[in-house]
Every structure is written in C-alpha cells, then in structure tokens.
C-alpha cells in the first residue's frame, strides 16, 4: 500500500475550491470542486467508469483498470487484484443518479485503520458545464493522530478529481 498515498509536498494547484477544511487528531475533512465541460449526465457516466481516470498510483495493483464502481446502495468501489482476490476501498451507502454519491469507508490505507469516512460526489449543473465537487470526511483512531493523514488525503483526493476533469475534456495530459 506505500503507493497509494503521495508525499504532499507535490501537492499542485488542481482546483477552484481545494483545501483541507479541518483537521484534527480524531479526524479530517477535505473538499475540492471543479468545473468540467460537459453536460451533468455525461460526467456523471464517466465518474463510474472509475479505472478509465483514476491514478494507477493510487491502487494497490498498480493498474486504475482494475478499479470499477457498482454504483448503487451497498454496491462496491473495488479493485480486482487477480480473477480471485481483490480489495474493497469503498462501500456505495447512497446514489441519486446524475447529481450525488456516497461512498462510505475507509480509502487506501485508510481501510487497515481505526477509521471510516463519508466520500461524497456531488453534480449539478453550472453555466460552463457540470460543477462537480469531491468532499471526504474521515473520523476515528490513527496512532499520532488523524491530521497528519489530512494533506496526503487532500492531494489525493484533489488528483482524482483533476483526472477526472481531464478524462472527460479530453486533455491527454494526465488521462487515458
């Protein structure tokens, strides 16, 4: 799992609204929030096509395509390691197609710690496109505390939606 998190001093501008919201020894919020050109729908589609955007550094098999998300209650964001074993990251709690997903747990090494969070999608619309904003909040126990998780979380967090943006804009710069 030493992939799955990057060190924050990378850490580059990715978005309009990017930031670690709080942080504390029992827990962390962060958002981020873009604008993408395209229709609400389309967006939405290609979010679920999860492994076609998400960083191959942030898996545990070193292959995003391996990542899927089964977006409906109780359905999974998991990545399949061979035909027989693979990984839950997260657990779908709620789906309201084309404008929020839940998706509750505990992200990359998150998950072997004393901790669960709400990762939440949101989709609406905006004059350019569809707004979409990111929000992970995390509470539990973390030896030395949770807030020193916050950063690498945030620029995670924030590279995903990056991708996103650029998969679905066509950028060829950091998408397939």
Known sequence: MSRTFVLAA???PLSAVAEVVDAGPAGFKVEHEVVIAAER???WQAALRIGNWWSDDHTISGDASRMSIDARPLGC???MLSPEDGVVH???????TN???RLTGGLGPLGVMGVSGN???????????TRVKFAYAVGGYYEGGLET???????????ALRLLKEHVEG???GSD
């Open 10 to 12: 990378l850490l580059l």
């Open 41 to 43: 729908a389309e967006v």
């Open 77 to 79: 964001f998991c990545e």
């Open 90 to 96: 997260l657990t779908v709690t709620t789906v309201s």
């Open 99 to 101: 404008s929020m997903l």
């Open 119 to 129: 990762f939440i999608w949101e989709f609406s619309d905006a004059e350019t496109g």
């Open 149 to 159: 998780m916050a950063e690498p979380v945030d620029y995670v967090i924030g590279e």
């Open 171 to 173: 950028d060829e710069t």
